[in-house]
C-alpha cells in the first residue's frame, strides 16, 4: 500500500519549519523508531549542509532520526535500503534535476508504488510526487532531462496556492496560471493545497490534512472543495 | 545590425494595452509604412483571433499594419518573407513549445541576427529573445523540447520584475528566485525589467528604455542599475 505525504509548505503563519506539519509526519511515519533518509536537493541558495542542520532537529523532537543522502556515496542503494524518504522544498527545477543526475527517479518512484517506502515531501517535494511538474510555481533556473516526476500521486499538485494577485503589478493570479494549465492540458484535472495543508495518500485513496479544504480544479473557472479529513477515491480526480 | 526591442510588459500601471509603448516601437519600426508578422503562440487563455483584435488596432493606430501568422498556410516562409516580427506576451512554456513546433527558431534567430528582421517582443515574447527561458515568471504548463531559446539578446531577462513579496505567504520574493538562478549558474548574469521598461538593442549596443533603471543583477545579492537611455555594450553583461 502506497504510503505517501505531501505537504503544501515548510510552514504555516508565522509558525517554525515544519511546526504546523508534526501530526501530519507521525501519521506517515507511525511514532516508530526509524530513520528517515532525507533528500536535500532543492536547496539551491543554501548548502545541502545546512539543510540538513534545519530539518534534523524537528525530526528529532518528534523521535525520529534523519540522515541526508549527500553523505552517502551510493545514493540508489541508500534508497533502497531505506524505510522512509523526507523531499524537502526549494526548487523544483534544481530537485527533479538532481533526482536524475543520480539516478533516483525510477528507484524511488517503484519503491513507494510497491509500498517499500514511506514517502514525505513538502513544496518542491510535493511537485516532484506528480505526474510532471507542470504546475510548479517556481522558476525554471535549471533544466531537467525531462518534466516527467515520480507519479506518487496520479494527478498533479499546486502546492503554496494563494488566490488573487498583488495590486498594481499585471502578472497572473495563481488560478489564472492554473487555469491556463488546464486549458493546456484539457483533459486532466489538479488539487491546488493551501500553505499548512497536505496530501496524504494510503493506496488508492487521499485525504486532505490541515485546517482547510483542498481545492479540486476540473476545468478553466470551474473548482470545487474537498473537505479535510475525509477520504475519496484518488482516481476521482483526473491525473496525466 | 540587429534591432530589436524586448519590453517587459504589455502594461504599465492602468494604461491601455501597449499604451506606454508607442514611442517604444516606433523607434524600432521608425514609422515606415509595413506589415508586422504577429506571433501570438502565448495566448493560452484566449484564442489568437483574439490576441490578433487586441493588438491589430494598436498597431494601426501607430500607422503599421499587422498580420497574424496563425493565419497563413507556410509559417516559415511568412517569416523569410517578414520586415518586422511581433510576439507578444503570455505563457513563455506555450510560446517556445509552439515556436519550435512551427520549426520557427532557428529563422527567426539568424533573421534577426543578420539585420533581415526587426524583433520585437514583450513579457513571454522577451522571455524568448533570450537565450533561454530560464528567467521567465511562467508557470511550466507544457514542455518545450529544449528551454534554449532564440539568443536575440545575449544575456537571460527577467520581464515583469516586482521587489518584495506579498505578505502573509512563504513563497520566495523575485529576488530570491533570480538569486537562486544566479546561484545555478554562476558564470552568468541577468537583466530584469520593471513593468514599462525595454531593452532596445541595436546590434552590439543596448539601451534601456522607459523611466525607470533596468536592474543588473550580477551575482547573488549583488547588483547594479543601468540607467535608462544611456548605450551601453552588451558584453558588459554576461550572457550564456
Known amino acids: 500500500m502506497t504510503q505517501a505525504l505531501l505537504m503544501s509548505s515548510s510552514r504555516m503563519g508565522n509558525l517554525g519549519y515544519l511546526e504546523h506539519a508534526h501530526d501530519q509526519i507521525h501519521r506517515l511515519l507511525k511514532q516508530q523508531q526509524q530513520t528517515v533518509l532525507f533528500i536535500p536537493y532543492a536547496a539551491v541558495a543554501f548548502s545541502f549542509d545546512d539543510f540538513?542542520?534545519?530539518?534534523?532537529?524537528?525530526?528529532?523532537?518528534?523521535?525520529?532520526?534523519?540522515?541526508?543522502?549527500?553523505h552517502v556515496s551510493d545514493p540508489v542503494a541508500a534508497v533502497k535500503q531505506a524505510d522512509a524518504i523526507a523531499v524537502?522544498?526549494?526548487?523544483?527545477?534544481?530537485?527533479?534535476?538532481?533526482?536524475?543526475?543520480?539516478?533516483?527517479?525510477?528507484?524511488?518512484?517503484?519503491r513507494v508504488k510497491q509500498n517499500e517506502l514511506a514517502y514525505m515531501g513538502w513544496s518542491a517535494g510535493s511537485n516532484v510526487a506528480t505526474p510532471s511538474l507542470r504546475t510548479t510555481n517556481d522558476m525554471p533556473i535549471v533544466q531537467p532531462p525531462s518534466f516527467k516526476a515520480l507519479s506518487i500521486a496520479p494527478f498533479q499538485i499546486n502546492p503554496h496556492f494563494i488566490p488573487g494577485k498583488p495590486a498594481g503589478h499585471n502578472g497572473e493570479s495563481r488560478e489564472e496560471r492554473l487555469n491556463e494549465f488546464l486549458t493546456m492540458n484539457p483533459t486532466e484535472e489538479l488539487l491546488a493545497l493551501y500553505e499548512g495543508s497536505a496530501l496524504f495518500i494510503e493506496d488508492e485513496f487521499g485525504t486532505i490534512l490541515g485546517e482547510k479544504s483542498g481545492l479540486w480544479f476540473k476545468a478553466p473557472n470551474q473548482r470545487d472543495e474537498i473537505a479535510a479529513n475525509q477520504r475519496f477515491a484518488l482516481n476521482m480526480i483526473k491525473g496525466a
Open 88 to 110: 524537502g522544498g526549494g526548487n523544483t527545477f534544481a530537485l527533479l534535476k538532481r533526482l536524475y543526475d543520480a539516478q533516483l527517479v525510477d528507484v524511488i518512484s517503484q
Open 52 to 70: 540538513e542542520d534545519i530539518v534534523r532537529p524537528v525530526f528529532k523532537s518528534l523521535g525520529y532520526q534523519l540522515k541526508s543522502i549527500h
